[in-house]
């Protein structure tokens, strides 16, 4: 007769792995590492001015005390003075006014630093609140491509279009591990891969249904899977063209080691410094169980938790030469379960 695990027992083991495991990529002990991983965190808006004067917005949020501080390095961009539940059925919210984000979620795009009239893909788009912020930021005026696996969060994504006025130049539903397959190589200005991660800067320690899928095997599964989309988006680059790689994990497997094998394996990739300093960002991992990474991954931003801004990793990478034939010329096989 097979004992059935006890839920309880399997629930803190993940949990005293996942806080084990922070500590070690933090270099922190377990008593500083637990707040971390139970704080709540806030929600932020960003203003939408593709549905109009965003000032007339913010006074409208203004009135009833919802709007916070701004922030200084994100353009049209605010605290959240109150409960996400306030705001999230207004009309304001409703009409594309206004949209509900973490504020790690702008750092990627303005990683992206897109301008009207680029060719931009966004791989993993769904549900489409990056590609919005791009097409904000663009006035609609650049050339978007819109992309994800699953016909479910695209047809969101489309929704969510509509309600915020964007107008992307292409949808498409494309598996991200073969769209090199289907969209022209070497063709794009700026590809932002906010890559699919284990999520671990949305978890909280105390809810349980945040572990569930979570383990160092899943962890290691997406990494592969991380790497196959890297290098199919990396295909689709221009030369001269960058680069945004993203999760809201703190997995070093989903960050530097997925970057760090675009690196070795492509010549021609350079990181390029991401020099906005934030209170909780902390240095790139130099090292992870006895590996060195490239030295020039110190130029990526890492983030702990923080009350306002989740934990998140932003990497920018710019295509320098001809991937094909730089890579032909190291001599290297690529292999995805290359660790």
């Not at 003075?81 to 705001?87: D, R």
């Not at 309600?163 to 539903?173: C, K, M």
């Not at 320690?205 to 899977?225: G, M, Q, T």
């Not at 902390?282 to 030295?295: E, G, H, I």
């Amino acid at each position: 007769m097979t004992r059935r695990e006890d839920p309880a027992a399997k629930l803190a083991a993940k949990q005293q792995a996942w806080r084990m495991r922070t500590g070690q990529i933090l270099q922190q002990p377990a008593e500083k590492i637990l707040p971390l991983l139970q704080m709540a965190r806030m929600q932020s808006v960003r203003l939408n001015p593709l549905r109009g004067e965003v000032s007339a917005t913010a006074a409208e949020l203004t009135k009833p005390g919802w709007l916070g501080a701004p922030y200084a390095w994100a353009a049209n961009c605010y605290e959240l003075a109150v409960p996400v539940a306030h705001i999230r059925d207004h009309e304001l919210v409703t009409s594309g006014k206004v949209f509900i984000q973490n504020a790690a979620s702008w750092l990627p795009v303005i990683a992206l630093d897109p301008r009207p009239g680029e060719k931009i893909l966004d791989v993993c788009a769904a549900p489409g609140g990056k590609t919005s912020h791009i097409a904000a930021i663009t006035n609609n005026q650049a050339y978007i491509t819109a992309n994800d696996n699953s016909r479910a969060r695209l047809a969101k994504m489309q929704a969510n279009f509509g309600r915020l006025d964007v107008n992307p130049a292409q949808i498409s539903l494309y598996d991200a591990t073969q769209i090199g397959r289907k969209l022209d190589g070497g063709t794009y200005d700026k590809i932002l891969l906010d890559a699919p991660c284990s999520g671990e800067g949305l978890m909280q320690y105390d809810r349980a249904k945040d572990f569930e899928s979570w383990s160092v095997a899943h962890i290691k599964r997406l990494s592969k899977l991380q790497k196959q989309i890297l290098g199919q988006a990396w295909y689709l680059l221009k030369v001269g063209g960058t680069l945004v790689y993203s999760t809201c994990t703190m997995a070093p497997e989903e960050n530097e080691v997925v970057v760090d094998y675009l690196l070795r394996t492509h010549p021609e990739a350079q990181t390029l410094p991401f020099e906005l300093q934030l209170p909780n960002r902390v240095p790139a991992l130099k090292s992870w169980n006895d590996r060195t990474f490239q030295p020039q991954l110190q130029q990526a931003m890492r983030l702990v938790p923080s009350e306002n801004i989740e934990a998140f990793f932003v990497c920018v990478i710019r295509k320098t030469a001809d991937a094909f034939a730089t890579t032909i010329a190291s001599g290297k096989r690529i292999r995805y379960d290359d660790d």
